[in-house]
């Protein structure tokens, strides 16, 4: 299959919202609510800048953003600068060797954003719901927080993070997020989901609360989960989970540990890489779809226990669909579009899958 490096992975989906934007923006035709989506859609990711100014660049060139050299470069940086969220520092800066070709484009692209919104922020100003942080259908983020601890955030995710004066708390809503904690005993660093609460010990780990139940497992260290009673946090089912290990807590609060569990699979993530070892092809679709607009569907009981292993680009669900079509496991039905619907054969010739008991 075939193997691409993260920086080179095109997101279509994305693509086909800035070609929109580049459209709205040549046009004129921005609303006072447009505008503000357009600078929250734009402060979600780089990616997404990225394609807005290669879609805006094809329409209307950078040229129309200042034909009359009335911008001051200086003053637009400087007027950008307070808007940054003071909850999280400054990524430190890697590649210190970079051209000065690259550092001068950067300029240029946060000029001509700054323009086109007409004023508006580029990132939102503090406000009390700034520690809420959402991701949608393929995007991810990376979080440095005040104390040095990061936190990267999954696709469809919905986090809130508070400093509290005994606690860093971080509440998962939905979704998937990897912390990297830094040590400090005096408030320990907590991430809440569904009825669980996992107190890190200086640590790495990873939590995803999918349908109700929520999978912590440690990559770095070890972590105690606990089961909450609403806001009162007790020791009756402290449970440890040390590092290598995964545990599934239910969401009527039973904790089991995960053997043998696929350790390469829940860090791959982070390079945008699913990882598949056994794993049936209802699993598999659901992986794929949280990442993609096009959806894979296992429309009968069959085809949905088909086992498969793999590495797979999460978004390029074409290059598994490629590989159903080699191994010739299932029927692949593409008359709806951005849909793939999959079904077993009457006699199902299955090369190297196997059907589960």
């Known amino acids: 299959m075939k193997d691409m490096s993260i920086n080179k992975l095109h997101n279509r989906q994305i693509a086909e919202e800035a070609a929109n934007w580049a459209v709205l923006l040549d046009a004129k035709a921005l609303t006072k609510q ?30 129309k953003v200042d034909a009359h050299k009335n911008i001051s470069i200086d003053a637009l940086l400087k007027e950008a600068a307070p808007e940054v969220v003071p909850l999280f520092k400054e990524f430190a800066k890697k590649g210190s060797n970079a051209s000065l070709l690259r550092r001068y484009v950067g300029q240029i692209a946060a000029i001509f954003l700054i323009a086109i919104i007409s004023g508006l922020y580029f990132f939102t100003a503090p406000t009390q719901d700034h520690n809420a942080f959402i ?59 569904g009825g669980t609460i996992t107190q890190a010990v200086g640590t790495i780990f990873n939590v995803q609360h999918i349908g109700g139940t929520t999978r912590v497992s440690v990559l770095e260290g070890s972590v105690f989960v606990q089961i909450i009673d609403e806001t009162k946090i007790t020791n009756k089912h402290k449970h440890l989970i040390s590092e290598g290990n995964l545990a599934a807590i239910a969401q009527n609060g039973k904790i089991t540990d995960v053997t043998n569990p696929n350790m390469q699979a829940i860090s791959a993530w982070r390079m945008r890489k699913l990882v598949f070892k056994s794993d049936t ?26 086992q498969f292993s793999g590495v797979f680009n999460a978004d390029d669900p074409h290059s598994f669909i490629k590989y159903l079509e080699v191994s010739n496991a299932v029927n692949i039905n593409r008359s709806k579009q951005h849909e793939f619907h999959l079904t077993s054969h009457s006699n199902p010739v299955i090369l190297e899958t196997k059907i589960t008991e």
């Open 34 to 63: 447009d505008k503000k989506e357009l600078a929250q859609w734009l402060s979600e990711s780089s990616l997404h800048v990225d394609e807005l100014l290669l879609s805006a660049s094809i329409m209307i060139g950078f040229g």
């Open 135 to 193: 991701t949608k259908t393929g995007e991810q983020r990376s979080l440095t927080l005040t104390d040095g601890s990061i936190i990267h955030v999954n696709t469809e995710t919905d986090i809130r993070i508070e400093y509290l004066e005994k606690e860093r708390r971080v509440q998962i809503l939905r979704g998937e997020a990897m912390f990297e904690v830094a040590h400090d005993t005096t408030r320990p660093f907590r991430v809440y989901s």
């Open 281 to 306: 092809l209802a699993t598999i679709s659901v992986e794929f779809n949280r990442y993609n607009y096009e959806k894979i569907y296992v429309d009968d009981r069959i085809a949905a226990s088909l």
